[in-house]
């Protein structure tokens, strides 16, 4: 990633950030890409992954692109990818295997960064480990990985359901999904989230 700039917005969260001894982008990416994966209390306010000391793919990306904003980088995208999770690239090969399927579309964020894409989920996450398993991106706004995110996904899942007229209801399809989450959560070492 080439893009540095500093850390001047007088705006909540670029303040918050230098409250944090942090005034560059890059120190900035290199701090969110270390914190522990985990969904925050209230996908809402983005402030908690500096409060919680954590984050999940959307609000870390989410957090990163609103301090983009703040300080009007607007060669920084937030995008949302739709993408065959499976026990290749996520390493849930264990519980997907219960359920016959070889994969579940799941829903990932990550930046756009002059055409370079930026996956800071993790220390270890990297977007090659993806992108051939990428079905869709578009892209949307910090505010939209709240309820437009998961709407999406959602309607993406049914759709996909009928499509390959799979013999499975979408509630069961959720479900597994969110095992395969709640799993990976439980993970210590996300090499491919």
Not at 46 to 71: D, I, M, P, T, W
Not at 101 to 123: V, W
Not at 137 to 145: A, G, K, N
């Amino acid at each position: 990633m080439n893009l540095d700039f500093p850390i001047t917005a007088d705006l909540p969260l670029s303040i918050a950030i230098r409250e944090l001894g942090i005034s560059n982008w890059k120190t900035l990416v290199s701090y969110i890409q270390k914190l522990p994966y985990g969904r925050n209390k209230n996908r809402q306010d983005l402030s908690l992954v500096l409060k919680e000391n954590k984050g999940s793919c959307s609000s870390k990306h989410a957090f990163l692109k609103a301090v983009a904003q703040e300080n009007k980088q607007d060669a920084v995208t937030l995008i949302l990818a739709i993408y065959k999770m499976n026990g290749e690239n996520t390493g849930i090969g264990s519980v997907i295997e219960t359920t016959g399927l070889s994969y579940i579309p799941e829903a990932h964020c990550y930046l756009k960064i002059e055409n370079e894409r930026i996956d800071i989920t993790s220390s270890s996450a990297a977007f090659d480990n993806l992108k051939e398993a990428i079905l869709s991106e578009i892209e949307i706004t910090p505010d939209q990985v709240t309820t437009f995110k998961v709407a999406y996904h959602q309607e993406f899942l049914k759709n996909w359901i009928e499509e390959i007229q799979l013999n499975k209801t979408f509630e069961e399809v959720w479900e597994t999904r969110e095992s395969c989450i709640q799993y990976l959560s439980s993970q210590s070492n996300l090499n491919f989230i």
